[in-house]
C-alpha cells in the first residue's frame, strides 16, 4: 500500500472533529495559514494512521490541523495551520 | 460533542460474498441526511478498542441505522461485524456525523452518482431517499464492481431503474462479465465519465465515493472534462482507526 491509499477526505474526521467542536465541522471553512486557500474541512486531505490525524490543505498540502490521543484518552489539537476558521 | 449510543443488531444479511448488511435499533437515534456515516467502536474484554466509520446505506425515512459493511481480510473490525456478529449483539456508535457528503431531494440539480466497490453505499442512501420522497430529479449512477457477484445491491438497482422515474444505472465489470453482459467492462475512464455524466453546462451535482486511487482517477476526469472541482464531492475510504 502507498502513501496515496492512505489519504482519505476530511469527511472521515467528523467524528473526531466532533470530540473537540460543539458543531459540524467538516462543512467549516478554514483557510491556510501556509498559501492562503480556503476549503470546507470535508475537501481537506486526511492521514488517520495512527497517533494521530493529520489535516492537510487541499491546494498546498501544508498541515492545517492535528490531533493526537494521548495514552490516557486526552486529546492535543494544534490549529497553527488555519488562519480562521468560518463556521 | 457527539456521545456514544449503544446499537443492538436486529437483522443481518448477505448482499455478496464479502459484503453484509447490518440493521441496528440505535437508543436515541436524532435522524440522518442521507450521505453521513457514523463510527462504530468495539471494546475487546481487555479493554482494547478499535473504532472505525461505516457509510448509513438506509434513507432518513427509516427508523433504523442500516449499515453495509465489505469485509477485508486483514481488517479488525470488519471480519467481526460481517461474518461473528449475531443478532442481539450490541456494540457503541457515534453519529451521524459528517455534513458535506449530503443530498437530499430539495437539491434539484442532475444528480451524478460515481461508486467504486462498496463506495456504494452512502449513495444507495441517497437513492433510496429519492425513492422514498417520489423525486423525479434527473440521476446517473455509473458503479464499479469487479464481477456481477461482486455488485452490491444489484437486485435493488434494477428495481429503482425499472420505476421509470428518471433514474439511470450504469455498471462497469473490471475482471469478469458474464456473457451477453452489454455494459462497461473496465476500469472507469475519462471516455466512460463522459458517456454517463451531463455536460458542465447542465450544473450537475456529483458525489464519488470509493477507494482512494478509484476517487482521485474519477474526479481528475470530471475537472478533465470541465466539471467544476468545487462542485464534486468526494468521500474516500481506507484504513482508518484511532
Not at chain 1, 33 to 56: D, E, F, H, I, K
Not at chain 2, 23 to 44: E, I, M, N, Y
Request: hydrophobic letters at 40%; proline letters at 5%.
Amino acid at each position: 500500500m502507498d502513501e496515496a491509499d492512505l489519504r482519505l477526505d476530511g469527511n472521515a474526521a467528523a467524528g473526531l472533529l466532533s470530540e473537540v467542536f460543539a458543531t459540524e465541522m467538516t462543512v467549516a471553512r478554514a483557510t491556510c495559514a501556509g498559501c492562503g486557500a480556503t476549503n470546507v474541512l470535508a475537501r481537506a486531505q486526511l492521514y488517520a494512521q495512527a497517533p494521530g490525524s493529520v489535516l492537510r490543505c487541499p491546494n498546498c498540502i501544508a498541515m492545517l490541523m492535528c490531533i493526537v490521543r494521548r495514552p490516557d484518552g486526552r486529546l492535543i489539537v494544534d490549529l497553527s495551520g488555519i488562519r480562521r476558521i468560518r463556521m | 460533542m457527539t456521545d456514544w449510543r449503544t446499537a443492538s443488531l436486529v437483522e443481518k444479511r448477505q448482499e455478496t460474498r464479502t459484503a453484509a448488511t447490518l440493521v441496528f435499533d440505535v437508543s436515541g437515534w436524532p435522524g440522518h441526511r442521507a450521505g453521513q456515516h457514523v463510527d462504530l467502536r468495539l471494546t475487546a474484554e481487555d479493554g482494547y478498542q478499535a473504532s472505525r466509520s461505516y457509510s448509513i446505506a438506509s434513507p432518513p425515512e427509516n427508523g433504523n441505522v442500516a449499515l453495509t459493511v465489505e469485509r477485508l481480510d486483514d481488517g479488525e473490525v470488519s471480519p467481526y461485524l460481517v461474518d461473528v456478529m449475531a443478532p442481539g449483539g450490541e456494540l457503541e456508535l457515534r453519529g451521524p456525523v459528517g455534513g458535506w457528503f449530503v443530498w437530499d431531494t430539495g437539491d434539484s440539480a442532475p444528480l451524478v452518482l460515481i461508486a467504486g466497490g462498496s463506495g456504494i453505499v452512502p449513495l444507495m442512501s441517497m437513492l433510496r431517499h429519492r425513492a422514498a420522497r417520489d423525486s423525479t430529479v434527473p440521476t446517473r449512477l455509473l458503479v464499479s464492481a469487479r464481477t456481477i457477484d461482486d455488485l452490491i445491491y444489484g437486485r435493488e438497482l434494477a428495481r429503482l431503474e425499472g420505476r421509470d422515474d428518471g433514474l439511470e444505472v450504469f455498471v462497469t465489470l473490471t475482471r469478469e462479465a458474464p456473457d451477453g453482459w452489454d455494459g462497461f467492462t473496465r476500469r472507469i475512464d475519462r471516455d466512460m465519465l463522459a458517456d454517463v455524466t451531463w455536460p458542465p453546462a447542465e450544473g450537475p451535482s456529483t458525489y464519488v465515493c470509493g477507494p482512494t486511487s478509484f476517487v482521485e482517477t474519477a474526479a481528475d476526469a470530471l475537472v478533465s472534462l470541465g466539471h467544476d472541482a468545487a462542485a464534486i464531492r468526494t468521500e474516500r475510504f481506507g484504513p482508518t482507526g484511532t
